[in-house]
């Protein structure tokens, strides 16, 4: 049995936090990483081992999802617990079209550096101010070489990281901390796209392929919104892919799970250097996405404008002194990591939460304790990833389904996610599901007018040279938007 995991097993379940006593806390986030990869969400074994044993002392929640499926908005909600409508950060544009988090904006850093812990930060950033009250320590590359697959900074940069958050955790400080270990993998996949363009021999792999997912195939591009259409106008990693065969998909697949494979050896490392110091017997570990990746689903590469379940519905899972762990992943909670996590951190830590944070605590439920404030839905944001097309979209996730609405053409989807988890049949102009429809178009409403979310004032821009060839990515014609 490995240190760290034994080391979990004997940890106290106490939910009373003395003063004195107050958790450190090791967030640790993965850019792209998905629960279809992650062991502890049943579907994948292998890639993450370290993360599953985590998973298995603590809590796993199943319902999870980003307030927007792209970088910069969804790690500026994050550290600010904001909406991308909130922050006015919504994509991933410099300074000069997304501004920088107003001062007065508390943060998890703001807010826990002012209560005595010691906050710092490594790895990678792309937070356009949101991490301030954070010390930040840019990691150095470290070039390794690989024979199967195509390596580049994604990799190089998290090797740097493991070694700055490892140097971090042998010395930690005696006052409470919080650390975030911010890694790029599996970001890495990207690059991987970029390499394998267009139709090709697929990479020096030789082990076995894994299957393509059961929603693969998209079997009516008609019905869905226009900008979901076409991505491959939209997005270069999908123009890049766009034509690639069945056998492609799979290397992709088997690409995305090694890329997992390498950022989940340097979280073990961390963790095993974590519970060889006095600090992780009182440490809670959080680990979490920005955002996930469409690993085939839907012939999805990477991420973008869509809210397809692989996309927007991340790994969030809590473990450590006080969490009550659960044999199972949660599956009645409807969590957003955007909004949820800096009032959870402030409970856990006996920190008053600021006012203004939309979130919620989910202390009580980790704490095995009436869980009375719950979400009856929560949302996702779209507006563009550079500003060369713009189509602003929101996705409301009920209890049992998924809506979401484009400006452009007034797109709907509306999916039965219990009986149609893979998001394959659009009820949207289902005469059955008109009631269902109009009930998901009011929460979307309420959201507008609870939150003053400008949705309806927004403008789209998408211009129709890239709107030209027949729908579906197979169709692709010409070259890309960005």
């Not at 044999?327 to 949820?340: A, F, G, I, R, S």
Request: hydrophobic content about 35%; some cysteine.
């Amino acid at each position: 049995m490995n240190t760290f995991y034994s080391f979990l097993a004997l940890l106290p379940l106490s939910p009373y936090i003395a003063a004195q006593e107050r958790p450190n806390f090791l967030i640790i986030q993965c850019d792209h990483l998905t629960q279809r990869v992650t062991g502890a969400y049943g579907e994948t074994e292998g890639c993450t081992p370290a993360i599953d044993r985590i998973a298995r002392q603590g809590v796993v929640f199943a319902n999870a999802y980003v307030g927007c499926p792209l970088s910069q908005p969804s790690r500026a909600g994050l550290w600010s617990g904001l909406m991308p409508h909130q922050t006015h950060i919504r994509s991933n544009s410099g300074d000069t079209i997304n501004p920088r988090l107003p001062g007065h904006i508390p943060t998890l850093g703001s807010i826990f550096s002012s209560q005595g812990y010691r906050t710092v930060h490594f790895g990678k950033t792309h937070d356009t101010g949101a991490l301030r009250g954070f010390t930040h320590k840019e990691p150095v590359a470290r070039p390794f070489e690989d024979p199967e697959f195509p390596l580049n900074r994604d990799s190089f940069l998290d090797v740097g990281t493991c070694e700055d958050v490892t140097a971090f955790l042998s010395s930690a400080p005696e006052q409470p901390f919080i650390c975030i270990a911010d890694f790029l993998n599996p970001h890495n996949i990207c690059g991987y796209v970029g390499a394998y363009e267009g139709k090709h021999s697929n990479p020096p792999f030789d082990g076995p392929l894994p299957e393509l997912p059961e929603n693969f195939e998209v079997t009516d591009w008609e019905s869905l919104p226009v900008p979901i259409q076409y991505i491959c106008c939209s997005h270069r990693r999908m123009t890049q892919a766009a034509h690639w065969n069945e056998e492609n998909y799979r290397h992709y697949i088997a690409a995305f799970q090694h890329y997992t494979r390498i950022v989940s050896r340097q979280i073990e490392h961390i963790l095993e250097t974590l519970y060889h110091t006095p600090a992780g017997k009182n440490t809670i570990v959080v680990i979490l996405s920005d955002h996930g990746d469409g690993m085939a689903s839907h012939r999805m590469v990477t991420k973008q404008i869509c809210f397809y379940e692989e996309i927007t519905n991340v790994p969030f899972i809590f473990a450590g002194p006080g969490i009550v762990k659960r044999e199972k992943p949660v599956n009645e909670l409807l969590t957003q990591p955007t909004t949820d996590l800096l009032p959870t951190l402030c409970e856990l830590a006996g920190i008053a939460i600021p006012q203004g944070k939309p979130g919620i605590s989910l202390a009580p439920f980790l704490w095995d304790k009436a869980q009375e404030q719950r979400h009856p839905y929560v949302v996702s944001e779209w507006h563009s990833e550079y500003e060369v097309i713009v189509s602003p979209g929101r996705m409301i996730r009920s209890p049992h389904y998924k809506y979401t609405h484009y400006l452009e053409g007034e797109g709907e989807e509306l999916h039965d996610l219990r009986n149609d988890p893979g998001e394959t049949r659009n009820l949207a102009r289902d005469e059955s599901c008109k009631e269902i429809l109009e009930a998901h178009r009011e929460m979307l409403e309420d959201y507008i007018l609870r939150t003053a979310d400008d949705y309806r004032s927004l403008n789209v821009k998408a211009d129709l040279q890239w709107r030209q060839h027949r729908p579906g990515y197979p169709h692709h014609e010409g070259p890309t938007a960005q």
